[in-house]
Every structure is written in structure tokens, then in C-alpha cells.
């Protein structure tokens, strides 16, 4: 189902906002804090933020294939194992922060200039289905959210 435009503008603020929002989250967070363990048992704060950046990076580019590709493959990737590779412990988290910044910059104004018959654009995703631009926006907007409210759990 088509999103309306109003629908589409609050998805795309979430967007904008979560840069932002996640850096005033850890401020004041000291270096060993993002590796402490989840009482949960999920990801550490570094993990979800690694994340973040990995998973958007993903979003942003599955977009772009389906704004210039006729119907494309949208390969899945396992986020666990992702969570687990090296650099994801040792590298800094303001690294991932500065990507989700400009990133987040650059999708804005993606999303923002898209003409109306671009929102039904569609992917396939081996996973799930058929997707549009339309659901990938929904998807990741409510992505944010989610790892927001992990985040602010933890702490």
C-alpha cells in the first residue's frame, strides 16, 4: 500500500533526526561503556551502532538499485555475523556515527526529491518479497526507532 506524502514526510524526519539523536544518546558515554554487556543478552551499545551504519549503508544502496535497475535482486546478509567481524570491537564508535551522519545527510535528500511514480519503484528481496520504495522507507525509519530504544534501554 502506497504511503501518502504526509506519511512519507514524518518517515523521512525520523530519518533525518536519528543522526543527531543517537550522538546525544552516547555524549557522554566513555569508551568502555559501548563495550559493556547487554543485560538482555543483545548486541553492546558499539554492536547496535555499528549496526546502524552497516544496515543503512545497505538501505541506501538497495534504494538506489531499485531508483536505477529495473525490478533488482536486493541481496539479504546475515546482521549477526556482520556484528561479529573484526573491527566491529576494536573500531571507534564515532566512526560509525560520522557515516550515519552523512549518510543519513545524503538519503534525506534522496528521498526528499523523488517524483510521486518513484515511491512504487520495486525490489525483489529473497527474504521477504517484492518490496517498494515505499516499504523500505517504513522499514528503516521504524529501524531507527527500534535501536534508539535499545540503546536507551542499556543505559
Not at 543517537?22 to 555524549?27: D, I
Not at 543478552?41 to 538497495?62: E, K, V, Y
Request: proline content about 6%.
Amino acid at each position: 500500500m502506497a504511503l501518502s506524502s504526509e506519511e512519507r514526510n514524518e518517515l523521512i524526519t525520523r530519518l533525518d533526526w536519528l543522526p543527531p539523536r543517537l550522538s546525544a544518546l552516547v555524549r557522554d558515554l566513555e569508551e568502555e561503556d559501548f563495550h559493556k554487556p547487554n543485560p538482555n543478552g543483545g548486541w553492546t551499545i558499539a554492536q547496535n551502532l555499528h549496526h546502524l551504519a552497516d544496515s543503512h549503508m545497505n538501505g541506501f544502496i538497495r534504494m538506489k538499485l531499485m531508483l536505477t535497475e529495473d525490478q533488482p535482486t536486493l541481496k539479504p546478509y546475515d546482521q549477526d555475523m556482520w556484528a561479529e567481524t573484526p573491527e566491529i570491537h576494536d573500531a571507534p564508535v564515532v566512526a560509525s556515527l560520522e557515516i550515519l551522519t552523512g549518510l543519513h545527510r545524503r538519503w534525506v535528500v534522496l528521498l526528499k526529491n523523488l517524483e510521486e511514480e518513484d515511491w512504487a519503484r520495486q525490489g525483489h528481496h529473497p527474504e521477504v518479497g517484492r518490496v517498494t520504495l515505499d516499504s523500505l522507507l517504513k522499514i528503516y525509519a521504524n529501524h531507527c526507532e527500534a535501536h534508539l530504544k535499545q540503546i536507551e534501554e542499556m543505559l
